[in-house]
């Protein structure tokens, strides 16, 4: 499927959504469960840890609240509605992923060594 169908009936702020997530996702290799405080590994060490976990509750969120429009929307809308739960539920399922050894390590459960 081609990006711009994919993106097609999603609006603005949850293509920022998606791209925020991404980004996550993609951020997440450069964090090797050590917490730095004095130079830009703060980001990584800080920032976007705090960051996944706020944007898991918010796809968890927007995935639910789609669900719920879809249910009184029209079937062109609603065709739309569904196609940006599952892209929720996907993005979802990338950043958990990618930010499993993070997620593991805090459970203590040694994954960096």
Known sequence: MMPKNLLR????????MLACTLLLALVSPLNDGLTYVRDWRIVTSVVAP???????FVLL??????????????PAQRADLLRASRL??????VLVVAWTPFILNLLGFSVYQ
Do not use: E, K
């Open 9 to 16: 009936g999603l609006n603005p702020h949850r293509v920022a």
């Open 50 to 56: 705090a960051l996944m976990v706020i944007m898991i």
């Open 61 to 74: 969120l927007d995935f639910t609240m789609t669900r719920i429009f879809a249910i009184d929307a029209s």
């Open 88 to 93: 929720d539920l996907w993005a979802l399922l």
